[in-house]
Structure formats: C-alpha cells, structure tokens
C-alpha cells in the first residue's frame, strides 16, 4: 500500500502486469457507473432518439365484426 501513495502509476502498472484479470475487472467495474450518468446526455447531444416501444397486444382492427357462421366459430 505504500508503495501505491508514493507511485501510484509505477504500482497500477505492476498490478495490470501481475495481475491483468484483476486489473480490468476493477476498470470496467469502475467506468461502468460512470457510463451509465455521462453517456445519455452526450447521445442525446449527438441526436440519438429513444426507439419506438415493443407493442405487447396485437391492434384490433378498425372495423364492425362479422359474426362467424359453421365451424369458424369454436
């Protein structure tokens, strides 16, 4: 830890050597937040729109029903 507070980039650097799994889990970790606040302003910025949502029912159509006759009705 001391050697971290007196060089902290030589310290990073043996860590990312020694142990690269570690290192950019902890990156990733950390940038992931970040992301998530700094990102959609930006996108927005750049004209980037919300798509259009799923439907989840199917559109009834626009027209009087017609009553079933035979084996249409079950």
Known sequence: MAS?????????????YDRPA????????FVG??????MPPIQRK????KPESIPYTYPMPNRPR???V???DP
């Not at 902290?8 to 860590?15: D, L, N, V």
């Not at 570690?22 to 970790?29: H, R």
């Not at 750049?46 to 729109?49: A, E, L, S, W």
């Open 70 to 72: 035979g084996y249409e």
């Open 46 to 49: 750049y004209g980037r729109v």
């Open 66 to 68: 017609r009553p079933t």
């Open 33 to 38: 937040p970040v992301y998530v606040l700094v």
């Open 4 to 16: 971290f507070i007196s060089q902290p980039f030589k310290a990073t650097y043996r860590f990312a």
């Open 22 to 29: 570690y290192f950019w889990s902890l990156v990733i970790g």
